[in-house]
């Protein structure tokens, strides 16, 4: 045990299960803005979603949250679940989407690595949507390690992505 462990680089998180406070609620959210497919429903009790046929990335459960108040934003607990789209496009297009159906957004950040949106969902949950610029592009300090910020998003250049 002397020797210090590290994680594979391939390991990966494979999905988050929320508790919700109505599953109907969190589908509209979930499924119906954010497009996730349905992949399995146990009544009002729990649904499964997924991108592009996967078993599940998200879970949403009311087995011991049926009806609570939103998540409190003091205590401990998840900050956010983050969710990785494939390209900069990707992104824009959920960008307009969330824009035409007003939904708030609480932030957006250019972080270097990547770009994001920042958003509740109707349990008080934080989610942030993002996309990660090609690791080549990753901004660096003169060691060679990575040098993330926080900037504000130009919203207009990414939905200028979609006229490309």
Avoid: C
């Avoid at 990966?12 to 929320?18: D, N």
């Avoid at 956010?80 to 939904?103: F, W």
């Avoid at 349990?123 to 660096?140: C, H, M, S, T």
């Amino acid at each position: 045990m002397n020797e210090k462990y590290k994680i594979p680089a391939q390991t990966r998180i494979g999905h988050i299960h929320l508790k919700v406070s109505n599953i109907d609620n969190a589908l509209t959210f979930y499924h119906d803005l954010l497009g996730f497919e349905i992949t399995e429903r146990m009544g009002d009790q729990a649904v499964f979603l997924s991108a592009g046929g996967y078993h599940h990335h998200i879970a949403l459960n009311t087995w011991n949250s049926k009806d609570a108040p939103a998540a409190s934003k003091n205590g401990v607990g998840l900050f956010h679940t983050a969710i990785v789209y494939p390209a900069r496009k990707d992104l824009a297009a959920m960008l307009k989407r969330l824009l035409e159906a007003d939904y708030k957004l609480t932030g957006g950040a250019d972080h270097g690595v990547s770009e994001a949106l920042y958003m509740d969902d109707p349990d008080g949950n934080g989610v942030e949507l993002y996309w990660d610029r090609p690791r080549d592009e990753w901004p660096k300090k003169p060691d060679g390690s990575i040098r993330m910020y926080t900037r504000n998003l130009d919203i207009q250049d990414l939905l200028a992505e979609l006229d490309k």
